[in-house]
């Protein structure tokens, strides 16, 4: 996990860099149900499912600050069938009157979404070239949600139903070492009610 915090500490810079590119049509990410909702209470991060799962003392804890949402199963896809895929952070936005809202998910956090509990695998933040063009790279979530946490509203008053984007960013690299940022960003909602 360490060497991945300083590969992920490297190479942040240049995958944010990538927010300016257009979406790379090889990678993608999907959720099942693009539509969430804002709950008043705290939610347990992956981070901390996986040390419970490792370790029966660790206490599930809800650690992810109080007014929360999580998008179920994610799904990250790589349809490139010579180069390695490389995601570094996983960015939701909405942008609104009542909703301006940034979560980034990086690091630990997001190689915890992708842990298995089953093998006790983790996850190395890299996704390797597709065995065909019609057979991409697929990796699914087998046991964790993406949780955001601390949401404020413009109005605590007034319902509504929010539009935004998930993004997931990082590079790619050639086996000649060659590199280039890439991301791909899908459309989520969120409720609150």
Partial sequence: M??????????LGLAI?????????????SVVGETSYIIPAPAQSCVNKRAV???????????????????NTPTLSWENTANTAYIVALKIEFK???????CTIAGDELLAIFYNPV???????????????SSPTTLTSPACNIVCGEVSVANEDQPFTASGKMTVIG???SPTGDEKPIK?????KVNFE
């Fill in 2 to 11: 360490k060497m991945m915090k300083i590969v992920f500490s490297i190479f």
């Fill in 17 to 29: 860099l990538s927010c300016s590119k257009k979406d790379d049509s090889q990678l993608s990410v």
């Fill in 53 to 71: 799962d490792l370790d029966s003392t660790t206490a599930a804890t809800s650690d992810i600050s109080e007014r929360s949402f999580k998008y």
């Fill in 96 to 102: 609104g009157a009542n909703l301006d809202y940034t």
């Fill in 119 to 133: 093998t006790n695998t983790d996850w190395d933040g890299t996704l390797g070239p597709a065995s065909s063009a």
């Fill in 171 to 173: 590079f790619e690299r």
């Fill in 184 to 188: 791909a960003t899908s459309t989520v």
